[in-house]
């Protein structure tokens, strides 16, 4: 496979590995984007996994609770401008609270449902405001959670809409609590509760890229499991939210932080707006040339 310019800035991008590392990368992997990240943590070069997405579509995520229920939702739309005015966010708050409501189980289940009664479905709906601003609209996702009575949602959005975080600490009913928990979440992005929830197959993954990491580095073979069983856990530290540093007060992890109050972690969900798509990538120059051709 032809290894592109594009491919190697993707490369540089995730790994932080100079140009050409990611280039001989990349050929050695045959354009594996996955195993040329694992080629140069083994080698030593790319000194972490960045597996973030490239934010690009525009839109907002919203948070709307109602009592014993919540939901975090994802509307994109294509232009930043159209994500801060005041009809998109009617939309949101609309969208919201028929989601809330009826609680669909998934986007195709909710676009079928009447918004009010005998009204407009969501399509219908979403689609009329489309008409309406001159933009593509759509929603991408949402999470519906429930909470007991004597448990607290933490709702936190951050930056006008980039960021939304929803999460469910038990046996507390201290919302400030849980939004600092959200808030932390915002900051760090963990990407599961504890290490319980990793699964087994990532471990497997993460230890192996590990040990040939240190095998690379010549480390005698007797030590080489010893090594990865510690570099395994700063691996966690990055992906489970309760072995994080609490970002409020670093000298504590967030399970000390959460568990001095009594509580505990159930559930989170973090939506960054665009994570995982691709912006359309525009040649003007083209583009002008087919418009003259017309």
């Known amino acids: 496979m032809a290894v592109t310019a ?23 992997c045959d354009g594996d984007m996955d195993k040329a990240i694992d080629y140069l943590r083994e080698k030593g070069i790319a000194k972490a996994q960045k597996k ?7 839109g907002s995520a919203h948070i709307v609770v109602d009592g014993n229920t919540a939901v975090v939702l994802e509307v994109n739309s294509e232009t930043d401008f159209v994500a801060k005015n005041d009809q998109f966010k009617n939309l949101l708050q609309e ?34 405001a489309i008409a309406k601003i001159g933009e593509k609209i759509s929603l991408r996702r949402f999470k519906v959670m429930e909470k007991g009575d004597n448990d607290a949602f933490g709702a936190y959005i951050h930056m006008g809409g980039r960021i939304g ?24 992005n963990p990407k599961y509760v504890s290490r319980d929830d990793v699964p087994e197959e990532e471990v ?14 010549g480390k005698p073979e007797h030590i080489v499991e010893k090594m990865v069983e510690g570099r395994l856990g700063k691996f966690f530290e990055q992906i489970c939210l309760l072995e994080q540093e609490f970002v409020k007060d670093p000298d504590q992890k967030v399970k000390q932080f959460v568990e001095s109050r009594g509580a505990t972690v159930k559930e989170f969900v973090r939506y960054e707006v665009g994570e995982g798509m691709e912006k359309r990538e525009e040649n003007f120059a083209e583009e002008v040339m087919n418009q003259v051709k017309k």
């Open 95 to 128: 969208l919201g609270n028929h989601l809330v409501k009826h609680k669909p189980g998934n986007v195709e289940e909710a676009l079928k449902q009447k918004l009010h009664g005998d009204g407009d479905t969501l399509e219908e709906y979403i689609n009329t």
């Open 204 to 217: 497997n993954h993460e230890k192996s890229v590990l040990k040939q990491q240190a095998l690379n580095e």
């Open 165 to 188: 975080v929803l999460t469910v600490l038990e046996n507390t009913t201290d919302e400030d609590l849980a939004k600092d928990v959200a808030m932390h979440i915002a900051a760090v």
């Open 52 to 58: 973030a997405d490239r934010i690009a579509a525009e």
């Open 6 to 28: 594009k491919m190697v800035k993707e490369l540089r991008e995730k790994t932080g590995a100079g140009m050409m590392d990611c280039k001989k990368a990349l050929q050695e």
